[in-house]
């Protein structure tokens, strides 16, 4: 069963523009969700997080977005780079339980 | 430099074969996992230990075992009761043992069957 899904395996933007990665899940028990970075031949990084007691949290170029009605949660990347383009996995966890998107592939192209 | 030492990169298995990955953090991390990517698929636990001589399996332990005899390592044995073991395997770690915390992961390896 997948409990978090990122509905979209690939997006491609122009550098400068806005990314907007989404994500979404079931399970109303997850308090907490994370952003990771992967490039190619490397482990996931962390990249963000956001508690649910919160709709926002902004780091730089990185903001995280949640919408808990609607079990929602997008990253926004503004501007975006070309050193952006990776693969961006979301993560939501609760009690002793954490679970992982899919992941998106994000090109930004100069 | 702290962090997660995976090894190695690839591995190749033969039918009926037994493999150990290896996994080393030098962190001072309580907690350890591995996990398991397949293409189009989020990452799947396999095994997590919370502490030295203590481990639980996760949602897909079957055909997998794992060791903690010391805080910094936590090898994966991969079985031959394991019939799909072509995957990317990531071992990672946290502070303590699944809270709400990041996991620091290390650079993975690809296992294929010859």
């Known amino acids: 069963d997948q409990q978090v899904k990122q509905n979209s395996p690939s997006l491609s933007v122009q550098e400068g523009r806005i990314s907007i990665l989404n994500c979404d899940y079931t399970n109303s028990m997850f308090d907490y969700f994370l952003w990771y970075k992967k490039y190619p031949a490397e482990g996931p990084t962390f990249l963000i997080s956001i508690s649910s007691i919160k709709d926002k949290n902004e780091d730089g170029r990185f903001t995280v977005f949640l919408n808990k009605s609607a079990k929602h949660l997008s990253l926004h990347i503004v501007p975006s780079q070309p050193g952006d383009s990776a693969v961006y996995f979301c993560?939501?966890?609760?009690?002793?339980?954490?679970?992982f998107g899919a992941g998106t592939r994000l090109t930004v192209k100069p | 430099d702290g962090g997660i030492t995976q090894s190695p990169k690839y591995l190749f298995r033969k039918e009926g074969q037994n493999v150990t990955l290896s996994c080393e953090q030098n962190?001072?991390?309580?907690?350890m996992y591995w996990y398991r990517q397949d293409p189009g698929q989020g990452l799947r636990l396999i095994y997590y230990?919370?502490?030295?001589?203590?481990?639980q399996k996760g949602d897909i332990a079957e055909g997998y075992s794992v060791s903690r005899e010391k805080k910094e390592s936590f090898p994966l044995t991969v079985t031959s009761a394991q019939k799909n073991p072509t995957a990317f395997y990531l071992c990672?770690?946290?502070?303590?043992?699944?809270?709400?915390?990041?996991?620091?992961f290390g650079s993975g390896t690809q296992l294929s069957v010859l």
């Open positions: 993560a939501a966890s609760g009690g002793s339980d954490m679970r």
């Open positions: 230990s919370q502490i030295v001589n203590d481990f």
């Open positions: 962190l001072n991390h309580d907690a």
């Open positions: 990672a770690s946290s502070p303590r043992a699944r809270t709400n915390e990041k996991l620091f």
